[in-house]
């Protein structure tokens, strides 16, 4: 199935994030919600509000003994599980 021209570019955003250590690939995340977006918060996938129209994943994890929420959007929060998942499967298949 072909990706869209937006799955494409946010699939390479999320993967730039997360080899940079911006985004975690906690397996499972310590917490995950979702509802309506608030249409305070901004999605760390594609830098835009998730409007109160907008599905809205808060994700919670755990640096250093603080605690630190993450915002999605629900396409965008499907991208980041996905580039996750590809990432862990890249770690995995590397020689070591």
């Keep these: 199935m072909p990706l869209t021209q937006l799955e494409a570019e ?3 955003i999320a993967r730039a994030r997360i080899a940079s250590g911006e985004l975690p690939c906690p397996t499972p995340p310590l917490r995950m919600w979702c509802g309506n977006g608030s249409g305070q918060q901004i ?3 594609c830098d835009k509000v998730i409007e109160p129209s907008d ?4 994700m ?3 640096v250093n ?3 630190r929420q993450l915002w999605f959007h629900i396409v965008c929060q499907s991208i980041w599980q996905l580039e996750c998942a ?3 499967h890249l770690k995995k298949s590397s020689p070591p």
């Design 86 to 88: 590809r990432a862990a």
């Design 55 to 58: 599905v809205e994943y808060e």
């Design 60 to 62: 919670e994890e755990t």
């Design 10 to 12: 946010l699939r390479v």
């Design 43 to 45: 999605c760390v996938i």
């Design 65 to 67: 003994g603080k605690i």
